[in-house]
């Protein structure tokens, strides 16, 4: 395998009956047999994207103290910042070498549960339309995911609205992620890099333009494979959450994000990848469509909330 297969948006969103199927059929094959994709023609435009990328920058320059006031407490670093080399991998001890910023959903229906139960999110002031380019781009991640998912959905023959009120207001999370620079000397501990092997924990992850090379993909044959991205197209992969829900029938596949080589260690790399969840009460019970004589019933019925606190308390989020 050379790179990821690509596939065009558009087909499913303004294709014929014959483009959507083809869609479909690719974005699920991709899912069963790598977990990964290259999206094209997404919902983020080029002007959002830079826009986007010029406040990440500008938030991870400002200085520690202040990046500091916005950690949120007893949130289990789901909203606000997160400092440095607190998030490791799940079974080893060595943090990354990372530090990032979430934002979830603004819920303003005062009757959904989750507007009492979902921690608020926070803006930084020191960087102006923070709050508006990043709320935008939380949105237009949200309706790229809706979409992935309605193809899903139909995937695996079920209804194609099944996932919509899912996700409504769930615990989604845009992060805001600087694998900051390692200028020459700089001790890194043994085993550290800008993010060890790993699986997402959520439904799909949707990524788009790293401002560095990094990420690398673990095949079938057991072989790393970097993708080859174009700047404007959107990296879309399979969470534990949606592998569960298929009973391992689309895979979540191990991932990294390597260092990269000694002479370019002093330069930063800024990601965003939207991280979708579900509502904290869905049911992650595999589907009985999934289940068969070939392939039983691999996991214990769990909710996302429950399945989430506990992924929490592995990456040293959560005690």
Not at 216 to 221: N, P
Not at 235 to 254: E, K
Not at 288 to 314: G, H, M, N, V
């Amino acid at each position: 395998m050379q790179n990821l297969v690509v596939a065009d948006l558009r087909l499913f969103t303004e294709g014929t009956p014959k483009d959507r199927n083809q869609f479909i059929e690719t974005l699920g094959q991709a899912f069963h047999e790598i977990g990964f994709i290259i999206i094209q023609n997404h919902f983020i435009p080029p002007e959002l994207q830079a826009a986007l990328y010029e406040k990440v920058e500008a938030f991870f320059r400002l200085p520690e103290e202040v990046k500091a006031r916005y950690i949120v407490p007893n949130t289990a670093g789901q909203r606000g910042y997160t400092p440095k080399d607190k998030e490791h991998a799940r079974d080893r001890t060595v943090p990354d070498l990372k530090e990032f910023f979430h934002i979830g959903p603004e819920i303003t229906d005062p009757d959904d549960p989750l507007y009492h139960r979902l921690p608020k999110n926070v803006w930084p002031t020191e960087v102006p339309g923070f709050k508006e380019v990043v709320s935008e781009a939380y949105q237009k991640f949200f309706q790229t995911g809706q979409i992935l998912l309605r193809a899903i959905a139909l995937y695996l023959d079920l209804e194609e609205d099944y996932f919509d009120r899912r996700i409504r207001n769930g615990p989604s999370l845009l992060r805001l992620l600087h694998y900051y620079p390692l200028p020459e000397g700089t001790p890194i501990p043994e085993g550290a890099t800008r993010a060890a092997e790993h699986e997402d924990i959520n439904l799909i992850t949707l990524l788009i333009g790293a401002s560095a090379e990094g990420l690398e993909v673990l095949t079938r044959q057991r072989t790393w494979l970097a993708p080859q991205v174009a700047p404007h197209e959107m990296v879309i992969n399979v969470g534990d959450m949606l592998q569960r829900l298929t009973n391992n029938y689309l895979r979540s596949t191990t991932h990294r994000v390597v260092l990269p080589p000694p002479e370019k260690r002093h330069l930063p790399r800024f990601s965003v990848p939207f991280f979708l969840h579900p509502r904290p009460e869905v049911s992650l019970a595999c589907l009985p469509s999934c289940i068969t004589p070939s392939r039983p019933k691999a996991y214990p019925d769990i909710t996302a909330e429950e399945f989430l606190e506990q992924r929490l308390r592995e990456l040293g989020l959560k005690a």
